[in-house]
């Protein structure tokens, strides 16, 4: 298995950081999805007989 191991390339500071960016960024985006969502309150439609003031031709 010592094969294996030293095979692997290390992972870059900057691949590692960047990783660290995008997965904090998901679970804010995330979180405040949660938090501003919850209580949405679909709105009611008009009560109207067609789409246009004036018949289309």
Do not use: W
């Not at 030293?6 to 960024?25: D, M, N, V």
């Amino acid at each position: 298995m010592e094969h294996a191991k030293t095979c692997q390339r290390p992972i870059s500071l900057e691949r590692r950081l960047a990783a660290t960016y995008l997965i904090a960024g998901l679970v804010t985006a995330g979180l405040a999805g949660c938090a501003a969502g919850p209580d949405f309150q679909r709105p009611t439609a008009p009560d109207v007989a067609r789409y246009t003031a004036t018949p289309v031709a």
